[in-house]
């Protein structure tokens, strides 16, 4: 079973930023991509940004150029770093990863992690 530690949300003011982290627990796996998703209340889940394994990054448009995604493979870890925040990127984070055991794939969501950006 793999498990997703998240860390880095809190409040923070506008144009403020902050790190979120997200390791998964369990390494007996190939990784086929892992990122972050979020979701404001009343909105569906939406796609933050996410590394596959080849290491190409996709970014929601309304996040390039503020937020940055990297990752530590020995760790099974991706970090985002979110500069210039604005009250509209407040939502809960969720970190995914998504994997293969073999030809099988599986995939994990993290508890969340809330973000809040204030005026």
């Known amino acids: 079973q793999v498990q997703l530690v998240e860390s880095g949300g809190g409040l923070v003011q506008n144009g403020g930023s902050l790190r979120l982290s997200c390791a998964a627990s369990?390494?007996?796996?190939?990784?086929?991509?892992m990122g972050w998703y979020r979701q404001a209340p009343g909105k569906q889940r939406e796609l933050v940004a996410v590394?596959?394994?080849?290491?190409?990054?996709d970014y929601a448009d309304s996040v390039k150029g503020r937020f940055m995604l990297s990752r530590d493979n020995a760790k099974n870890t991706v970090y985002l770093q979110m500069n210039s925040l604005k009250p509209e990127d407040t939502a809960v984070y969720y970190c995914?990863?998504?994997?293969?055991?073999?030809?099988?794939?599986?995939?994990?969501w993290g508890q969340g992690t809330q973000v809040t950006v204030s005026l």
């Open positions: 995914n990863l998504n994997v293969r055991y073999g030809n099988v794939p599986g995939g994990y």
């Open positions: 369990a390494t007996a796996f190939t990784i086929r991509d």
């Open positions: 590394i596959a394994s080849g290491g190409t990054i």
